[in-house]
């Protein structure tokens, strides 16, 4: 994207910036556990991939046992801004590389492994775009490339990774991200280590970009059984005006599996305040809306929704928000 102003809430660095940034997704932790168990997920406006790789994640970890493990069959994280999509596929490998390492034995690169022994990840990667040069110039070419997510922008810092993360990020400092070995056809998911299936972590996340709201992707078809939308409805309802977010609403209707599950964290009015101030037709739309925060409710019931159940609020440091529950009926 040309513009550097985030008008469609396209914040880079945005995770680095929330309270905490350490520790798994408080809004996440609302939610019943089970959730996502199995499930197949979109994350809509995924930013960066933190709250999709987490979602992703399956293993269970020795080292914390106490640990979410939110256990996904399959997250797609959706994201309107390409650049914020190319970082949260190096968000998904940085959290690959310092996950535990293999407990059986498979062909898995651990990051202590000398870094000659690593192979281009060929097999389970994003779409393939001429690679900027990640590496200074005079960069000695012994030295481990540093990974692309600690220089992508000064907002970027070293990514901060979940609390199950089994190695420090120095290691990513120091190695370099780790490839991605290929998924291997028909195993079905297990403890992390022996699971190298379709939905094992990190195979079972990818990302599109793609205005989702005028766009289907591909994962559309199949259908969701849970769809996650946190902090996207002002960006949405800014833009496409009361019947754009009533479309939106009815997209993840029909999107969703019968019976599925709409994690909904909606921005509150004041919030749109300052958002407006980004551009001219931000503003001239905001004069239009007559929908509120408080009334998506009842659209999303009239669209065929039950709910919602109020699930308390997730965030922390201005980023308290209510995060509501919805089934599709
Ligand atoms: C404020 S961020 C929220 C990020 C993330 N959902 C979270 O709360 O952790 C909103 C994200 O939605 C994305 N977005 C806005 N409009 C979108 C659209 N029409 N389709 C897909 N993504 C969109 C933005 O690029 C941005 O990354």
Not at 36 to 58: H, K, M, Q, R, S
Not at 117 to 146: F, L
Not at 241 to 267: I, M, N, S
């Amino acid at each position: 994207m040309s513009s550097h102003i985030p008008i469609h809430g396209n914040y880079h660095g945005y995770y680095a910036k929330r309270p905490s940034p350490h520790l798994s997704d408080t809004r996440l932790r609302l939610l019943p556990a089970g959730t996502f168990t199995n499930a197949t997920v979109l994350d809509v406006g995924c930013n960066e991939g933190w709250v999709t790789c987490e979602i992703g994640l399956n293993g269970h970890d020795e080292l914390a046992p106490e640990a979410q493990v939110y256990g996904a069959a399959k997250v797609v994280g959706v994201d309107i801004d390409e650049s914020l999509v190319e970082a949260a596929w190096r968000r998904r490998r940085a959290v690959w590389s310092l996950q535990a390492p293999p407990t059986t034995s498979t062909t898995t690169l651990h990051p202590t492994e000398p870094r000659a022994a690593a192979e281009p990840n060929i097999s389970d990667s994003p779409p393939k775009k001429k690679r900027k040069r990640t590496v200074p110039k005079n960069t000695p070419t012994t030295q481990a490339p540093v990974p692309p997510a600690t220089q992508q922008h000064d907002a970027d810092p070293v990514p901060d990774l979940p609390a199950r993360a089994y190695f420090p990020a120095s290691c990513l400092h120091e190695f370099g991200p780790q490839p991605i070995p290929p998924s291997i056809k028909g195993e079905v998911q297990g403890e992390r280590g022996s699971g190298r299936g379709k939905t094992a972590f990190p195979h079972n996340v990818s990302f599109r970009a793609a205005d989702w709201t005028a766009t289907d992707i591909p994962e559309d078809k199949a259908g969701y059984d849970v769809i996650v939308v946190f902090s996207l409805t002002k960006w949405i309802h800014l833009h496409a005006l009361d019947t754009g977010l009533t479309a939106f609403f009815q997209k993840l209707h029909r999107v969703l599996r019968p019976g599925g599950t709409l994690v909904l964290e909606p921005q509150p009015w004041e919030s749109y305040t300052k958002a407006r101030r980004m551009s001219p037709t931000l503003k001239e739309n905001y004069s239009k809306l007559l929908l509120r925060p408080e009334g998506f409710g009842e659209v999303l019931r009239e669209v065929g929704f039950a709910g919602p159940v109020r699930m308390g609020c997730g965030g922390e440091g201005g980023f308290e928000r209510p995060v509501h529950v919805y089934t599709k009926l």
